[in-house]
C-alpha cells in the first residue's frame, strides 16, 4: 500500500474532536526496523526497535508511517499515537523533533517497542550486532588516535 | 511478521484497562456521531469533550497508581500503552488479543 489520506484539521473545531480515527498508514519505510539497546525504567537492559514515525505537520496534517511486517497490534500503537498526538502539544521535551526543512516546518517523532529475544530473535540480534559494531568501531578509532602525532609546524 | 512484546499485567490492571478502552469507545463513538450529524449542537460538542477528559482523567490516574515512572497512559485503538519520558512506547494491554 502507497497511499495516505492526511488529516486537515479546518475551522474552530476543538482539538479533540478532531480525532476521529481518519489517519492513514503510509507503508513507505524500509522493512528493516532500527534496532538499539536501551535500558528500561529500572535500569535493565532493555532492545528497542522502531515501529514508525508520525509527522505533525504545522499546516494542521498528521502523517502516519509504519514500517512494512508489523502486525496489527503495532499498527494499532502507531495509529493510537498519531491519534493522540492530535490533542497533544508536541514539546522536544517529549521526544519530538521539530524539522523545519523542505518549506514545510513539522514535528515529528519515532515509535519505539520494546523487543523481546524470543518473539523477535531477528531485530534481538541486530541491535546486540550493531552495539558490538560501534564498540568495535570506537575502539578503532580512539586505536588510531592513540598513534596519531601532531606536527606542529613553525 | 513480528509480534509485539506482551506485557502480562495483574488482575486489577486488566479490569480497570478494559475501562479505559470501554471510555475511549464511548468517545470515538460521540465524536463520530458529532462529525456525521446534519445539525451538530454545542450539546453534542461538550459531551466530546467531556468524554475526552474523563478518559484522559482515567489514564492519568492509571498512570500514578500502576506505572508512576512512566511519563504517560495512553487508551487508543483498543490498546493501552505507557509512554516514557523519552517517548518509548511500551505496550500494556491489547484489548484485542486478550
Not at chain 2, 488482575?11 to 458529532?34: I, N, P, Q
Request: a negative charge; aromatic letters at 8%.
Amino acid at each position: 500500500m502507497h497511499w495516505y489520506t492526511p488529516v486537515r484539521i479546518e475551522g474552530p473545531l476543538p482539538d479533540a474532536i478532531a480525532s476521529l480515527a481518519e489517519v492513514r498508514v503510509e507503508f513507505k519505510l524500509s522493512t528493516i526496523h532500527p534496532t538499539y539497546q536501551a535500558t528500561d525504567d529500572n535500569g535493565h537492559p532493555l532492545v528497542m526497535k522502531d515501529i514508525g514515525m508520525i509527522k505533525l505537520y504545522d499546516t494542521g496534517e498528521i502523517h502516519a508511517l509504519a514500517y512494512e511486517g508489523l502486525c496489527g497490534a503495532e499498527i494499532r500503537v502507531v495509529l493510537g499515537s498519531a491519534e493522540a498526538a492530535m490533542s497533544t502539544k508536541p514539546c522536544m521535551k517529549d521526544g519530538w523533533d521539530r524539522r523545519r526543512n523542505n518549506g514545510k516546518p513539522r514535528w515529528q517523532h519515532v515509535i519505539q517497542i520494546p523487543v523481546d529475544e524470543d518473539e523477535d530473535k531477528i531485530a534481538f540480534l541486530a541491535a546486540r550486532d550493531l552495539t558490538r559494531y560501534a564498540r568495535e568501531k570506537t575502539a578503532e578509532l580512539l586505536d588510531d588516535l592513540s598513534h596519531a602525532t601532531i606536527e606542529v609546524s613553525a | 511478521m513480528t509480534q509485539t512484546t506482551q506485557v502480562r499485567p495483574l488482575s486489577s490492571e486488566v479490569e480497570e484497562a478494559t475501562h479505559l478502552l470501554a471510555l475511549y469507545d464511548e468517545r470515538v463513538a460521540l465524536a463520530k456521531a458529532f462529525a456525521v450529524s446534519d445539525r451538530p449542537t454545542g450539546a453534542m460538542a461538550e459531551a466530546v469533550m467531556a468524554k475526552g477528559a474523563e478518559l484522559d482523567a482515567r489514564c492519568e490516574a492509571f498512570r500514578r497508581k500502576h506505572y508512576p515512572r512512566r511519563y504517560r497512559v495512553l487508551a487508543v485503538q483498543g490498546m493501552v500503552f505507557s509512554v516514557s519520558f523519552t517517548g518509548r512506547t511500551s505496550p500494556i494491554y491489547d484489548g484485542q488479543v486478550s
